[in-house]
């Protein structure tokens, strides 16, 4: 069915990566190259999130959320290819491809490419390779990909939720489709998943000392992001406000929000990007 629902090409998106200069490609991939080497120096064991959830879900995926996987349940069949790999491994492949996301972000934003490395040399970068946590693949796989194909991206509702509505107003009838399908099927294959996630998992992460959500003081600049995501038709301002406007976000689902500002207002980056730093040296 999804491939009726589209006629744009994901080679193309793919592509724009290589629109930027040699010099440019070679820094970025050189940045993946050193996060994967780093990765088997730091975390010899892998991540804590690769190991301790991401991988015992991908064995037990008909109940996810009974291995501390809370993300939306379809990402266990996206990711388990994974299940081949050892903790390492994984998590290795995990960080290098998150690297070329966030690079291909950027290019997709209208941004810097380069601003990958900064974005990623962070509190953010560090709890998200640190833990192997897959914020910046839904990020990318979810603006990256074509309409109707980016829901299987649609894991984590804190980095992208309100970047749907915008997309939503430009395509209602895909949407309406594969949104319809994915849905249906999800009941069929999971059950009511929602309600078991809820049960297993919802206050425990709201309550736990991971959770870095600024809600409910954030709300009111969350709710001006997303009139102006549906407003400019423009998913930018919904990706700012998804973090914005839940409970529960971990330190790596600012991801989104931090590469938009890269991309759009460098000079603000810089401001965010020192106030990230000073509250983590707040948190320690």
Known sequence: ???????????????????????????????????????????????????????????????????????????????????????????????????????LTLKRLGGNILLTVPILVSPIGYWMFTTGQIDALVLGGFLLLPAGYDLLFFWKPQVVLHALWARVLRSPKIYFMAGFFLISFSFVIWGNWPQAIFNAAYLSVTNGWWNRSLWPYSIPIGLVFVYLSIKKKDESYGIMASPLLSPYVNGSSYIGLVTVVAAKWPKVFLLLYIAFWLYAFYKT
């Open 1 to 103: 069915m999804l491939t009726r629902i589209s006629s744009i090409s994901v080679a193309p998106r793919l592509k724009l990566i290589f629109e930027n200069n040699v010099l440019q490609n070679s820094l970025i991939f050189g940045f993946a190259v050193v996060i994967g080497m780093l990765t088997v120096i730091v975390i010899p064991g892998g991540g804590s999130d690769v190991r301790d959830a991401f991988l015992p879900s991908l064995h037990q995926w008909r109940s996810p959320w009974l291995e501390a996987n809370i993300m939306l349940p379809w990402s266990t069949l996206v990711l388990m290819p994974l299940r081949l790999f050892s903790p390492i491994v994984a998590t290795i492949i995990i960080n290098v491809v998150s690297v070329l996301m966030t690079a």
